[in-house]
């Protein structure tokens, strides 16, 4: 399968603590986008990188929030001192141009 | 965030009707996506649409990218079960350097009553 791939798939964590979601982007895919998704919204943009680049992010990603892309190929999220506020769908997609192909999400429970 | 308008909400519709659906913006798009996405799973591509007045057919779903381009339509011929799910359209401005970013619409949930 050579799709956008993230992992995991679920996250539970109390509130306060760390956390870390990774994706996989399509492999010759240059461009990997974050978004979030709550539950009756349409996704919502975070940020975006071209290569490891990151060149665009949102007023939602608070500080708590970093996202990295060391090599220009997989992709982290991180979420400090987690609050119930986070609790989300969160989605990464990568593209090589306009159309942009998500991954299956990580769903985030902050309890 | 932004978010743009879909309509309508919901849809219950029987196996075999056709479906419409649209999406509007305050802003213009140079770019227009339809994404499907079933519970628990990422969207997924549908239709994209390049041009304004721009129509384009992928099997039973047909897409136009509204003259303004400040809105776009998806209709859906003859629908099928695994047609049920919510559909979002997503606008993308790629005038400069860094705007590649997705705004997305507020879904339309489509069912099918047996």
């Known amino acids: 399968d050579t799709g956008v791939s993230q992992n995991p798939r679920h996250k539970i964590t109390k509130r306060g603590q760390n956390v870390t979601f990774r994706c996989d982007p399509i492999s010759e895919h240059n461009r990997l986008y974050w978004y979030r998704q709550t539950l009756g919204q349409g996704p919502e943009f975070l940020t975006y990188?071209?290569?490891?680049?990151?060149?665009?992010k949102s007023r939602l990603l608070s500080d708590r929030f970093s996202a990295e892309r060391p090599k220009g190929s997989f992709s982290t999220l991180e979420i400090q001192r987690t609050e119930q506020g986070d609790s989300a769908m969160y989605l990464c997609?990568?593209?090589?141009?306009?159309?942009?192909?998500f991954g299956p999400g990580t769903r985030l429970t902050v309890t | 965030g932004q978010q743009l308008n879909q309509s309508p909400q919901s849809m219950f519709i029987q196996e075999g009707e056709d479906v419409s659906m649209n999406c509007t913006s305050s802003s213009i798009f140079n770019t227009w996506l339809w994404y499907k996405q079933d519970p628990g799973e990422g969207p997924v591509l549908l239709i994209a649409?390049?041009?304004?007045?721009e129509l384009t057919s992928n099997g039973r779903l047909t897409a136009q990218f509204g003259i303004t381009r400040k809105d776009s339509f998806l209709n859906i011929s003859a629908s099928i079960p695994s047609d049920v799910g919510i559909y979002f359209c997503a606008g993308q401005l790629l005038a400069n350097f860094g705007n590649e970013k997705l705004t997305f619409g507020t879904g339309t949930r489509l069912t099918i009553i047996p």
């Open positions: 997609a990568s593209s090589l141009a306009a159309e942009q192909y």
């Open positions: 990188f071209q290569n490891e680049a990151q060149l665009e």
């Open positions: 649409l390049y041009k304004a007045g």
